[in-house]
C-alpha cells in the first residue's frame, strides 16, 4: 500500500496544549513509515507557547539530525500578531528555522476585526517574511476569516503552501469541510501542489491525513498526488535542513 511519507505540522507538549513529548512524537513518525516530519510548535505570542529560547535549543540539538531513516525538520507555527503582518519569532531565527508556518490563533494580541484586515495582514506576512506554509487559512474554527483567493494565488506565486488541515476535517464537520473545498478549489486554480497537515496534538494523530484524503476523494484528487505521498515535490518545498 503506497503511504505518506511526511507530515510537517505537529506539535509537542511544549505547545503548552498538546499532549506528547518529542520523543513519542517521533516514535509515532517512525511506526507509520514516515521518512520526514518538522516539529512545529505554537510561537512565543501564545500564553502557553514556548519561549523563544526553545526554538534556539532545539535547533542546537544535533543528535535530532541523526536519526536513522526519519529526518526531523525544526520548525515553528508563528503567530501574526497585527495588521502589519508583524509575526512573534524574528526574521533571524525564521531564517535558521527548517520550516516557518504562519497563521491567526486566538489570544495571541491579535485583534483583526474584518475580513479585509485579516487578509491584509496575512498578505503582508507574506510578503514581508520567510514562510513555507499557512497554516489553517481562514478556517471557521477560529474568529479570522479572509478572503481566500488573494493570499491562495499570493502564495502559489511565492512558492508558499497553503494547508489542508486534518485537525479542521477529522469530524467532517460540515461547515469546515465546505471551508476546505473552496481552498483546494482555488489551489487547483492557481495550480499549487496540495499539502496535508496532521496539526498534531497528540501522538497518535502523526501523519493520519484520512478525512484530508476523503476530501481530495471526493473533489476527484488522488491522494498520492500530495506533497505528502511525493519525495521529489517534499525535497522541493522542504529541502531545508541545517
Ligand atoms: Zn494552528
Ligand atoms: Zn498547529
Not at 479585509?116 to 478556517?139: F, Q, W, Y
Request: with cysteine.
Amino acid at each position: 500500500m503506497v503511504q505518506p511519507l511526511a507530515d510537517f505540522h505537529i506539535h509537542t507538549i511544549f505547545s503548552g496544549h498538546a499532549f506528547s513529548t518529542l520523543q513519542e512524537v517521533i516514535c509515532a513518525a517512525l511506526q507509520r513509515g514516515l521518512t520526514s516530519i518538522a516539529i512545529t510548535d505554537h510561537g512565543p505570542a501564545r500564553p502557553d507557547g514556548p519561549k523563544l529560547d526553545y526554538f534556539k535549543n532545539l535547533l542546537r540539538q544535533d543528535s535530532l539530525r541523526l536519526l536513522p531513516g526519519l529526518r526531523v525538520l525544526i520548525g515553528v507555527e508563528a503567530n501574526i500578531i497585527n495588521s502589519s503582518g508583524d509575526l512573534d519569532v524574528p526574521d533571524k531565527l525564521l531564517s535558521e528555522l527548517d520550516v516557518v508556518i504562519v497563521g491567526f490563533h486566538n489570544a495571541t494580541g491579535y485583534g483583526g476585526s474584518s475580513r479585509a484586515e485579516n487578509t491584509n495582514a496575512l498578505m503582508r506576512t507574506l510578503k514581508r517574511h520567510r514562510v513555507n506554509v499557512v497554516s489553517h487559512i481562514g478556517d471557521p474554527r477560529f474568529p479570522f476569516p479572509v478572503e481566500l483567493e488573494e493570499p491562495i494565488a499570493a502564495a502559489s506565486e511565492k512558492g508558499v503552501l497553503v494547508e489542508l488541515n486534518q485537525s479542521a476535517l477529522h469530524r467532517w464537520k460540515p461547515e469546515n469541510v465546505a471551508h476546505y473545498d473552496s481552498v483546494l478549489t482555488l489551489l487547483e486554480k492557481y495550480h499549487s501542489p496540495i499539502l496535508m497537515s496532521s496539526d498534531a496534538h497528540i501522538s497518535y494523530a502523526v501523519g493520519v491525513f484520512a478525512e484530508c484524503e476523503r476530501l481530495l476523494r471526493e473533489h476527484g484528487r488522488d491522494p498520492v498526488e500530495t506533497v505528502n505521498y511525493s519525495e521529489s515535490l517534499v525535497d522541493k518545498y522542504f529541502k531545508r535542513i541545517r
